[in-house]
């Protein structure tokens, strides 16, 4: 696997837009040797994190846009993403509760596992709003296709 590289994107403020930044970048990541199991948890990431920014900072309005910075080392891939939308309800992280599933269907919540999934899979997750831009930086530990 190819380490120390550094990847970089502006992404637009649509559902769309984050789908085709998703796509180049497993692209590059296949293409750099990063293990199939390893791509599917940033892309997990990433995704949650990007529809994030586009629903609740960006109010699903198309025309702005959002930096997404990505560190690739041995062990870990650093990710930074900055937007210039609404910040974080307290200017904090949300909880990332789980849910009882072990309801009826009917009953199970619509959504809420975003931000479980995205402390599940990273670590030294930290948010700061900083001259009216949200930054969210964290790590993602990478297996290298271990289990």
Not at 40 to 46: C, G, P, S
Not at 82 to 110: I, W
Not at 116 to 136: G, K, M, V, W
Request: glycine share 8%.
């Amino acid at each position: 696997m190819a380490t120390d590289h550094m990847l970089a994107e502006s992404i637009g403020s649509t559902a769309a837009d984050v789908r085709d930044a998703l796509i180049r970048i497993n692209d590059e990541l296949k293409q750099l040797g990063v293990a199939p199991s390893d791509r599917d948890a940033i892309e997990v990431v990433l995704a949650e994190c990007m529809n994030n920014v586009v629903e609740h900072a960006y109010c699903e309005r198309p025309g702005s846009r959002f930096e997404l910075k990505l560190h690739l080392c041995a062990d870990n891939l650093f990710c930074r993403v900055e937007d210039d939308g609404k910040p974080m309800p307290g200017l904090a992280l949300p909880a990332g509760k789980t849910h009882n599933l072990s309801v009826d269907l009917s009953d199970l919540p619509e959504g809420g596992f975003g931000w479980f999934l995205i402390r599940e899979l990273t670590s030294d997750l930290r948010y700061a709003r900083e001259r009216d831009r949200n930054n969210l930086i964290f790590q993602i530990p990478l297996n290298h296709g271990e289990g």
